[in-house]
């Protein structure tokens, strides 16, 4: 058997429900077996977790690994940073992390195309989907919004690794790293939620290449009581009743920014000071751009320094952004695309 290339790390806590569905789509895999390993980093589990995953261990096809963590209060950052290093540990040979979450069902093709985009770039985040999506109209318009923006984003600002239209999705559901990537970055943070975003976040700054591949998909719990505090389940929880009540960015504003930042790179590789031109009159002055730039280890990362300190949009309601950015769509995208 050969040596799995790949690992992927979970942490559990508590889900003997939706646990054979990870399990039943990890063994439906469209790649060799063989290929990957699999640890589940099993966090104060009071319930039949450690039981179901032992039960599939012999039947399952893949190599399956576990771990544990003593009794404590929920740390999401905490229980994956501990799970990512429990499965490098475990499979020294694996030159590639993925992982996911165990309320969760990666598509069929997830591994196999995790690595194909791993092969042109550093970090790919996945598209994450909510089953039962329906049932929260206002989310699901919510979302929709966020990704047109961001394929705006993209068209306006093309990034060679990654090429347009994307996606917004950066969750713990769905990441995929290199393993010299991974352990460079130093890790999750050990922080009660969020260690995805800031993760990818400081991915960005160091200047990997960062990914959000529409191929790359899963489907995710869109249950209301969760097991991170503060997590998806809090924010469908607490999600506004009404269209007018949802902010979101305004996309006017939006569209500035993405021509700003496409400015930028194309004027980065340029040695003298940074003038920005008139029409971008945002809050970061010639010296700061210098300075960000000499600190930043490449391009990428000196564009991604400048976006994390000036990229503060104003808010407007669902109803407004949508019906501007319509407008910007067909005004600014190529006909068929704003159709």
Known sequence: ???????????????????????????????????????????????????????????????????????????????????????????????????????TAPSPDWIRRNLAALEETDVVAGRICRENAADLPLRCRQETYLERLHGLRRFLDPVAHDP?????????????????????????PAISTGEDTALVAEARLQGWRVRHDRSVHV???????????????????????????????DPDAAVIHYQWHNWLRRQVMGVGPLTLPAEFNLAI???????????????????EAVIFETYKLPELSLDRAEQRLAQLEAALLPKAEAA
Not at 16 to 32: H, K, N, S, Y
Not at 295 to 302: M, T, V
């Open 164 to 188: 347009y239209p994307s996606h917004p999705s950066l969750g713990g559901a769905s990441l995929a790293f290199r393993r010299k990537t991974y352990e460079a970055l130093g890790g999750f």
């Open 219 to 249: 489907l995710t719990s869109a249950r209301t009581l969760g097991r991170a505090q503060a997590g998806l389940s809090c924010e469908l929880a607490a999600f506004p009743a009404t269209a007018e009540a949802i902010l979101v960015p």
């Open 1 to 103: 058997m050969h040596a799995p290339g790949v690992v992927i790390s979970i942490p559990v806590r508590n889900e003997a429900e939706l646990l054979p569905r990870l399990i039943d789509a990890l063994a439906g895999q469209d790649i060799c077996p063989s290929v990957f390993a699999v640890l589940f980093l099993f966090d104060s589990c009071h319930d039949e977790s450690v039981s179901v995953a032992s039960a599939a261990q012999e039947t399952c096809g893949f190599r399956m690994m576990q771990a544990h963590l003593p009794d404590g209060p929920p740390n999401a950052g905490g229980a994956r940073r501990a799970a990512c290093r429990h499965a490098l540990q475990s499979v020294p040979e694996a030159q590639f992390l993925l992982t996911t979450d165990a309320d």
């Open 285 to 303: 002055s010639p010296a700061r751009l210098s300075e960000l730039r000499k600190a930043a280890p490449n391009s990428d990362a000196f564009v």
